[in-house]
């Protein structure tokens, strides 16, 4: 018996099929340009906000000696969580063994990759001496979890990349003889890349091996990313951080943003680049459940998060909370509850709902919600000074973020969008040869009748 | 009780409109003036007590970069704080108002005139007048000095207070002597407030618990309550009275707040095996794509498809 794979005429056929209908987007053509030149344009305009912050020091920020993390890292909160969908989707999922996570496993890689990396730059862009950066790795100490979080935030991005890159392999040897009329650098880049792969059962044995390796190295790895995201604040006795769930609280926080996030992807990709045909009804169907079940966790742990310190009403939680549940933050702190989280599920659980437009806009405003919910763990705590100061100025009790920092905020979506373009616009963004494999499963039967 | 907490607030708001207003010096105080005249030693000791009780919060003289509170601090270079009067200045430093906390037990009133000194050194058109006579009220014309013993058995400081003058030399009698101990931060009164005797004696007793530092020793220092009427003498000493402190230094064990080379072992082994063995796990996987290479090399030296021979051997080649 032959041990070369797809080498049947019928199974040729199939991949040409599939290749076809992926392959047709991985072009520079027209909308591409345009788009990634708008990016560019507003990236750059936001760039000039960051230059104005580097030659005049994080001054031009609303942050001051109370409020001193604002909506920098709201946002690194906001992108580490929306990261770990990558996790969820391919191994979560994955190792159960459900096969309609197949077509949006590379999605939720490249969602991961692109939040993953951009977090990193965010948090420098907090700094204000980030010149002084290699001092994080010259003089960091091993007991900081700030370190830890350096680490994980990085091995995250590492083995997220692989997760994209290995099971790409097969895929990049069968488009490499496809992409006729594309620039020469790509087709080389993909005979390069391609490894010299000839579809031998020994290399994808090799290769579901090494797949399987990071399937399991990235669960915990995960975990650890957000967990020790978390423990930047749980390991100060802050009143509103100082709580022993936020490891989980932050994590299943995580999911919600991430699987919305998703969603909003898969939406444009299967409109967009036409994929109706793998990206089904079903498909969102399946993952609307995710998206109520991880909801569901997460309003959980909401649960536990505010009622247990709203119960016991200590002097410093008593101030807090009313301020998120009555007082300055309580338009913002309800509309996140309901709006992106309690709302989304109840209507999620009706089946009219769980098709891609409904599912698009429910996802807009479960990720504008989970965005502003960082906010919301983030600033409120810092307004209230741990020791009774009195007469200082106004801009230190209320913090504003400044059109500064929201312009280098936007900066940091920006380079999220042109990342996911360019992996998607250059590479397969469904991997071609699992569609080909789960098509010659679902003939067998046939072939034996 | 709609209104409770507005009316709280106005309350609350009035005290601080109160101090809005300026800072008036009784007369008698204003006009009161250096023991000594200020020199560049002076100035450069003042600098010191400076940077270390003031510039916190008035920043460096003539920078103008006094830390943002309402009301503002203000730079003492400025024309605002100098046109105070010597007398003025010393008065504010020693009450404090507001959020000034007082400096009366955190520095003497000496240290306080050298600090007055170093800010004075930033007015080109200050000319000092000294305090001609080191004398007091009460004892016209003769100089007032403090000596001090420490009687180890009885745990008691003796304080004995002489008035000197050309010819004669007197016991000061009646007049309150205070002890302190000097601490990380100002100082702490030890015992009573005491009168001195027909001798002119005042008699300490230094509690039991006292910490001194290491070897048990404390620095104390005997002044006048009444400067205005005994005259601003000082005098300092260090006497073996204290416990010894036996506490070690807090960065000399392994611990969460230790530089890294300090680091509780536990944390230094779970992060090092930690990322020890996920990196490790990362790079035997980048090796599979070696191995695919190699498995993709081979076949392609081969006629295709592939013999069943050859991958067989590559297969236990891997």
């Not at chain 1, 091993?142 to 830890?148: E, G």
């Not at chain 1, 992807?265 to 991880?294: E, G, W």
């Not at chain 1, 009403?313 to 807090?320: E, F, P, R």
Request: glycine share 6%; charged share 20%.
């Amino acid at each position: 018996m032959d041990e070369t794979r797809f080498n049947t005429p019928g199974e040729q056929r199939k991949i040409d099929s599939i290749a076809a209908d992926i392959l047709k987007n991985v072009r520079i053509n027209r909308s591409f340009i345009l788009w990634m030149g708008f990016l560019s344009t507003v990236l750059v305009l936001c760039l000039a906000a960051y230059v104005i912050q580097l030659r005049e020091g994080l001054g031009v920020t609303g942050m001051r000696d109370f409020t001193s993390w604002g909506m920098y890292i709201a946002n690194f909160v906001f992108f580490v969580a929306t990261s770990l969908v990558g996790m969820l989707i391919s191994s979560v999922l994955g190792l159960i063994g459900y096969q309609w996570v197949k077509p949006i496993s590379r999605i939720a890689e490249i969602i991961a990759i692109a939040f993953a990396a951009v977090a990193g730059l965010v948090i420098i862009s907090d700094m204000g001496r980030p010149d002084r950066l290699p001092y994080v790795f010259m003089y960091g100490r091993v007991q900081s979890p700030i370190l830890w979080d350096v680490t994980v935030v990085t091995t995250y991005f590492v083995l997220s990349l692989l997760l994209w890159f290995f099971p790409m392999v097969p895929d990049l040897a069968i488009s490499k003889s496809r992409l006729e009329g594309r620039p020469a650098f790509l087709v080389k880049a993909y005979d390069i890349l391609s490894f010299r792969w000839e579809h031998h059962e020994v290399q994808y044995r090799i290769m579901k091996q090494a797949i399987r390796i990071l399937l399991i190295l990235i669960i915990p790895t995960a975990f650890a990313i957000h967990t020790v995201t978390s423990w930047l604040f749980a390991v100060t006795p802050r009143t509103g951080w100082d709580s022993t769930i936020f490891g989980p609280y932050f994590i299943s926080g995580a999911f919600v943003s991430g699987t919305a996030a998703l969603i909003i992807a898969i939406y444009f990709f299967r409109v967009n680049y036409k994929l109706q045909k793998y990206l089904t009804d079903d498909t969102f169907d399946k993952i609307a459940r995710v998206l109520v079940l991880v909801s569901i966790v997460y309003f959980y742990f909401n649960l536990n998060e505010f009622l247990v310190p709203g119960y016991k009403l200590k002097t410093g939680d008593a101030i807090h909370l009313r301020e998120l549940f009555t007082g300055h933050y309580a338009p913002l702190f309800w509309t996140i509850q309901l709006g992106g989280l309690i709302i989304p599920v109840i209507l999620l659980l009706f089946k009219k709902m769980r098709r891609p437009l409904p599912m698009l806009i429910i996802s807009l405003f479960v990720l504008c919600g989970a965005w502003l919910k960082r906010y919301i763990i983030v600033v409120p705590p810092q307004a209230h000074p741990n020791l009774p100061i009195q007469n200082v100025p106004v801009e230190w009790v209320i913090y504003k973020p400044t059109l500064i920092e929201i312009a280098v905020t936007v900066a940091s979506i920006i380079l999220v969008l042109i990342i996911i373009t360019i992996l998607s616009k250059l590479f397969p963004v469904i991997p071609i040869w699992e569609m080909a494999e789960e098509e010659n499963e679902k003939d067998k039967p046939f072939d034996k009748q | 009780m709609k209104y409770t907490v507005p009316v709280i607030m106005c309350l609350l708001l009035l005290p601080s409109l109160s101090k809005g207003q300026d800072w008036v010096v009784p007369e008698e105080r204003k006009g009161r003036l250096s023991t000594f005249p200020f020199t560049e030693e002076t100035r450069k000791e003042g600098e010191r007590l400076y940077n270390i009780n003031c510039l916190s919060c008035h920043g460096t003289p003539g920078k103008n970069n006094s830390i943002a509170l309402v009301p503002p601090p203000g730079d003492p270079a400025t024309e605002k704080i100098q046109r105070n009067s010597d007398g003025e200045i010393f008065h504010k430093v020693t009450v404090g108002r507001g959020q000034m906390p007082s400096f009366r037990s955190v520095m003497s009133a000496e240290e306080i005139w050298k600090t007055v000194s170093y800010i004075r050194s930033f007015n080109r058109d200050y000319v000092q007048r000294v305090m001609q006579i080191i004398t007091s009220s009460a004892y016209p014309g003769a100089q007032i000095s403090l000596s001090m013993a420490y009687l180890e058995a009885e745990r008691q400081v003796i304080v004995r207070a002489m008035a000197t003058d050309e010819e004669k030399s007197v016991p000061v009698t009646n007049a309150g002597v205070r002890l302190f101990a000097s601490r990380y931060f100002g100082a702490l009164a030890v015992d009573e407030e005491k009168l001195t005797d027909k001798n002119g004696v005042a008699a300490f007793v230094i509690p039991a618990g006292l910490p001194g530092d290491t070897a048990g020793n404390v620095s104390i220092s005997a002044r006048f309550t009444d400067e205005e009427v005994f005259g601003s003498v000082t005098r300092d000493t260090v006497i073996q009275a204290g416990l010894k402190n036996r506490a070690g230094s807090l960065v000399a064990q392994r611990a969460m707040w230790n530089s890294v080379r300090k680091a509780p072992l536990w944390v230094i082994l779970s992060y090092g095996i930690g990322v020890l063995a996920v990196w490790g796990f990362i790079l035997l996987v980048m090796l599979k794509l070696r191995d695919i290479y190699t498995v993709g090399s081979a076949l392609r030296g081969n006629l295709r498809p592939a013999s069943d021979q050859e991958p067989t051997n590559k297969q236990e080649a891997i």
